[in-house]
């Protein structure tokens, strides 16, 4: 009777024990990444009363069993589901994270690591990548400064918010590609002005400007000229271009030919022939005077003063008024850089300096004013047999439209735009014109430049200030930035175990390692080697069955139940031994 009554104490016991898990697996039923508890039981120990014995071959008896007496149950283990794998919920937080598969984040707390499924993590005040819950920091490799790629070496801290993580530093833009069609038919391509494009670029400061090439359509309608016409800083302000050949930015002296029209203002200007002078129409007011401008055969320095009129001006100013008076506005260079075919010498081009020269020194011939007045013309207009240009040229095929060449090189796609010779902080950007083509486009040109080569590489760019960091499946993080810009700053490390189920849990969500579950080596394994991974914006829920715990609840509650029987008729058994003694 003693014997059942401690079977049924042993029997309380370990169902209150089970009990206990049940409880601790339903309290636990909304804590992030749980990972649920069964209990196993097992027989305590039995009293044996006879041993058993063997068939007895001489006497012809046969072998009797042992006889043995329960004494009760006992815990046989309590085993965690550390590798069933919870629901899924969102949160829309880029920080949390939840891992698919049997990995384990690794956290500090500065002493020690620990393994965790809980991924709610944020960044503290160090910028550190921490639990929520508990501070303890999430580990993980760093970026390797020489190649920029993760270091698979021992974990560490991984601090996201650093300063030098926080900006991208700027860069120089070396590279710069155009694409697109010329088409011949352009009105722009056609025009005296040309087809105009723009490439952005960028100096080692991050300072962003803007060069603008110019396209204009040679006699030979596949070959174009290609020159650097302005460089524009990010106000528009005009960055002034040497003109000395050892500082030359862009290109080399060249000739184009083709006819020129160039169209004379009679509305606004008038030619006094015999004084050299450009008046008015009424002759009141003169905007220039050749024989002022030349001393002995030479034009003066640009920026000499000269009188004309009894007033003073400036030798620029009176070439400014020529050029527009036939239509160069603003374009003084392209209109002295226009030449005619002398009269005189076959073969020799005549410049429109010399042109001008030659007015003045009274030749007749290859002289300007006779180009301007010809004896069987009223009209002070010409023609031009081309113009004289710094820069290179494009040739395109003429069976097919496809490129075929710079500066008269069928082999060679790219110019250099010598930038480093400006000084300051610019880098020399080599451009690329190999994918532009002419064909045609219904008198549509799609031409444009763009920094960077086709691969995005050496286009440059201006610092930039962090504005997001994402996680991606692989644990790498990135940081992107308002320049456009993303870097790399680390891998989350994740630990791997033999046995997980032999880890040790330490209360917050944590998990020690022991001897049963494998030691941890210090350095992990990327999440992705044994194809697991990781979603952002989610986290794991616990994996605990309501359904099944409340079943494991009342089966619980009737062995409880049972055994308490047990307890109270071995309490009236002993009761009716000790009622003999009346």
């Known amino acids: 009777m003693m014997r059942s009554l401690y079977s049924g104490v042993a029997g309380l016991k370990t169902h209150q024990v089970k009990m206990d898990v049940i409880g601790n697996n339903i309290s636990n039923v909304n804590t992030t990444a749980y990972k649920s508890s069964s209990m196993t039981f097992s027989e305590l120990m039995s009293q044996t009363t006879q041993r058993a014995s ?14 043995q007496i329960g004494l009760g ?72 400064e020489e190649t920029g790629k993760i270091k698979q070496d021992t974990v560490a801290a991984l601090r996201i918010m650093s300063s030098q993580n926080m900006t991208y530093p700027p860069e120089a833009t070396s590279k710069g590609y155009a694409s697109g069609i010329l088409d011949k038919n352009d009105k722009d391509v056609k025009s005296t002005n040309g087809k105009t494009i723009n490439m952005k670029f960028f100096d080692a400061l991050g300072y962003s400007y803007t060069a603008r090439f110019t396209f204009k359509q040679s006699k ?24 000395a050949e050892a500082d030359r930015v862009f290109g080399s002296p060249r000739t184009q030919d083709k006819d020129i029209k160039v169209s004379f203002d009679k509305q606004g200007y008038a030619w006094d022939t015999t004084n050299k002078t450009l008046t008015s129409p009424d002759g009141a007011t003169v905007y220039a005077d050749l024989n002022a401008m030349f001393n002995n055969g030479k034009l003066r320095p640009m920026e000499e003063d000269i009188t004309v ?38 073969g020799t081009k005549v410049t429109m300096e010399q042109l001008l020269t030659n007015a003045v020194l009274g030749q007749t011939e290859d002289s300007f004013l006779n180009y301007m007045f010809p004896p069987t013309a009223d009209d002070a207009s010409f023609t031009a047999n081309g113009r004289n240009y710094i820069g290179s040229t494009i040739t395109f095929s003429a069976e097919n439209g496809k490129f075929a060449g710079l500066g008269g090189i069928e082999t060679q796609n790219t110019v250099m735009l010598s930038l480093s010779k400006l000084g ?154 000790t009622n003999l003694k009346r």
């Open 73 to 144: 149950v006992k815990s046989g283990a309590i085993n965690t589901n550390i590798t069933g794998q919870g629901s899924s919920q969102s949160t829309g937080n880029p920080f949390d994270v939840m891992i698919t598969g049997g990995n384990f984040f690794i956290v500090n707390n500065g002493t020690e690591n620990y393994f965790t499924r809980d991924g709610s993590f944020y960044i503290d005040g160090a910028g550190n990548l921490a639990m929520t819950s508990t501070g303890y920091n999430v580990m993980g490799w760093g970026v390797d």
């Open 424 to 577: 300051g902080n610019f880098a020399d950007i080599e451009v690329d014109f190999s994918e532009c083509s002419m064909v045609n486009n219904k008198g549509t040109s799609t031409i444009g430049a763009t920094n960077g080569d086709f691969d995005g590489i050496g286009a440059g760019r201006r610092s930039g200030d962090m504005i997001g960091v994402s996680i991606q499946s692989n644990g790498m993080i990135y940081a992107s930035y308002d320049s456009g810009m993303t870097k790399l700053l680390g891998q989350i490390a994740t630990a791997e175990f033999p046995n997980a189920s032999g880890l040790e849990k330490n209360g917050d969500n944590l998990y020690s390692a022991t001897l049963n579950s494998g030691e941890f080596d210090g350095i992990g394994v990327d999440i992705t080697a044994n194809g697991n991974y990781m979603s952002t914006g989610q986290l794991e829920m616990s994996n605990v069955d309501l359904s099944s715990e409340f079943t494991e609840m009342i089966t619980t509650q009737r062995g409880f139940q049972a055994n308490s029987r047990i307890i109270t008729v071995s309490d009236t058994l002993l009761e009716e031994l």
């Open 220 to 243: 030979v309608t596949n070959e174009y000229s290609l020159e650097l016409t302005k460089i524009l800083d990010s106000e528009g302000n005009e960055i002034e271009l040497p003109k």
């Open 309 to 346: 009129n009894g007033e003073k001006m400036k030798v620029q100013e009176c070439l400014d008024n020529i050029a527009k008076a036939y239509g160069y506005e603003g374009s003084t260079d392209e209109f002295m850089n226009l030449y005619v075919n002398s009269t005189v010498n076959a």
């Open 54 to 67: 063997g068939p007895n071959a001489a006497t012809g008896t046969g072998g009797t069993n042992a006889r």
